[in-house]
């Protein structure tokens, strides 16, 4: 099938990741997806949480927030409510600290919380895909930089992570799905996984048709080609 931007189904948006786009972050990116970009900073700040202190546990705590930017969609995206963000907003910064936290040691950080902010500057599709791989591309150069100044002997990061968009639309399963396609998708599913090679989460949802186990497995091998992808550029900028 033709795609909106004429892309192979097999084929990624361009993903870079721009370094120093907050000066006061311990350090930041802009995380590029073709139209896609999201701020992803990273800010250490002393103490943790206080369920921490009361229930003994050593280490630290590495936590995310999303948002979106009020010009980042087509219409004017209004600010979350200031008692909370929303369900989506909520569920997706849930997605980005639980996947970062299963590639850190939390004990090698010391008494420290690790805020990673993920702010969407522009939407067309993938927002917490770019968020996840901006956020594990920051943090890895926030823990170099800590390395360097002697606040840590050695990276509490074992491996990098990255999420990609997959699904199916008129019946063909397309790898990095931008919004248009997103939005009319028969089955959309993000796929997070680390380095090694092994799933951190797996997320697919069926609209108004179901789909095969085939087609699952046709699913995780076009993520599989486009994170590893993903990787490559992640590994450049971080060396």
Known sequence: MARSDGRKNNELRKVEFQEGICKNATASVLSVCGDTEVICSVCVVPGV???????????????????MLPGSTHSRNRRENKSGPGGRSSEIQRLIGRSIRSVVDLKKIGAN?????????NADGG?????????STALQLAFAKMIETGELSE???????????VGVHEEVPLLDLCYVEDSAAEVDMNVIMSSD??????????EGKTFSRAEL???????????NQIFAVQKQIIN
């Open 113 to 121: 919380t690790i805020y990673i902010d993920c702010d969407v500057l």
């Open 155 to 165: 990276s509490p990061m074992s491996q990098s992570v990255a999420a990609i968009s």
């Open 217 to 227: 497995n046709e699913m995780l091998d076009l993520a599989e080609h486009g994170i």
């Open 49 to 67: 949480p206080g369920w921490m202190k009361a229930q003994g546990v050593e280490g630290g705590w590495l936590t995310s927030e999303y948002s």
């Open 127 to 135: 927002t917490r895909c770019a968020s996840i791989n901006g956020a």
């Open 197 to 206: 090679g092994t799933l951190v989460e797996v997320q697919g949802t069926a």
